[in-house]
């Protein structure tokens, strides 16, 4: 398959940022981008939908990612980190990269849903 982009990610809460007693818990997120095709592929934009539990949701969407717009040779991955501020203790984000093969073909890649969530919230 020539594009096949594989999406990891790694949730962190961050403490320090975060005021529970205002409704502001903070998450940083490391997402590991890896082109398994057989072609390379630019990234070109961004969308997430993040929801807290109250069913709130925002949409973002942008051109690349940290200011970013990486392209990988099949094998190669990009990591980079940011964060989300949300209003209740637990939450979810998803969404796709725009992307762009050597072909010119543009695809989405899928960001699979994951929890924002400080450890052991979940039960």
Not at 4 to 22: L, R
Not at 34 to 50: E, F, M, P, S, V
Not at 91 to 114: L, Q
């Amino acid at each position: 398959m020539k594009n096949n982009i594989n999406i990891a990610v790694k949730v962190t809460f961050i403490e320090e940022q975060s005021h529970p007693s205002s409704n502001q818990y903070t998450y940083a997120y490391t997402i590991t981008i890896t082109n398994n095709g057989t072609i390379g592929a630019q990234l070109l934009t961004r969308r997430w939908r993040i929801q807290d539990e109250t069913g709130h949701t925002e949409d973002v969407i942008g051109e690349g990612v940290v200011g970013q717009q990486p392209h990988l040779q099949p094998g190669e991955s990009y990591q980079y980190s940011s964060g989300s501020v949300i209003k209740t203790e637990t939450g979810t984000m998803k969404g796709a990269y725009g992307m762009v093969n050597d072909e010119g073909e543009r695809f989405e890649a899928e960001i699979p849903e994951f929890i924002l969530s400080e450890p052991y919230t979940l039960h």
